[in-house]
Antibody, heavy 115, light 106 residues
């Protein structure tokens, strides 16, 4: 059974960089696309971007200037960096496998942007 | 970007009711549509993919239909475990986009 687990700081200061990692277990990270999705409290789901195991990426145009994704097959994890964060970036961040619907999700991690 | 809309935004129903949620895309997405169920504090769960294919392990009371720009999710007989929020999502093109959600409550 594939499992995904997000990790990273729960609190980030405004203007700094949010960094999260998603570790994949129970299955191969290779030959799939992996996405980040976020959800502000009480609101809907926003797709941030995805990375394929080749390194190819697609980002949401609304965030593209601030987003970088990377993937390490040897460690079976992929990562998200979001720069210049503001309070509007406060949300639960999920990682998910894209096949191309999202069939496996992490449990989510709350990231709060506050000084 | 392809915009997704859902109706209704909230639906009040009872156990045993037949429930239908509608999702519309701003342009044709063929059948590249998925439906998810989300309960409070939990990650979304895939119910339906390719508009009408039931994900493994999902009860058969859930069904999906539609193509092009209009889609429906139907729960044939609502069960207590089904009170949750439901989201549609298109994967015809990037960026992937979700509908705003439909909350099914009592």
């Amino acid at each position: 059974q594939v499992q995904l687990q997000e990790s990273g700081p729960g609190l980030v200061r405004p203007s700094e960089t949010l960094s999260l990692t998603c570790t994949v277990s129970g299955g191969s990270i290779s030959d799939y696309s992996w996405s980040w999705i976020r959800q502000p409290a009480g609101k809907g789901l926003e797709w941030i971007g995805r990375i394929y195991t080749s390194g190819n990426t697609n980002y949401n145009p609304s965030l593209k200037s601030r987003v970088t994704m990377s993937l390490d097959t040897s460690k079976s994890h992929f990562s998200l960096q979001l720069t210049s964060v503001t309070a509007a970036d406060t949300a639960v961040y999920y990682c998910a496998r894209e096949t191309p619907s999202f069939d496996y999700w992490g449990q989510g991690t709350l990231v709060t942007v506050s000084s | 970007d392809i915009q997704m809309t859902q109706s209704p935004s909230t639906l009040s129903a009872s156990v045993g009711d037949r429930v239908t949620i509608t999702c519309r895309a701003s342009q044709s997405i063929s059948d590249w549509l998925a439906w998810y169920q989300q309960k409070p504090g939990k990650a979304p769960k895939l119910l339906i993919y390719r508009a009408s294919s039931l994900e493994s392990g999902v009860p058969s009371r859930f069904s999906g239909s539609g193509s092009g720009t209009e889609f429906t999710l139907t729960i044939s007989s609502l069960q207590p475990d089904d009170f949750a929020s439901y989201y549609c999502q298109q994967y015809n093109s990037y960026p992937r986009t979700f509908g705003p959600g439909t909350k099914v409550d009592i």
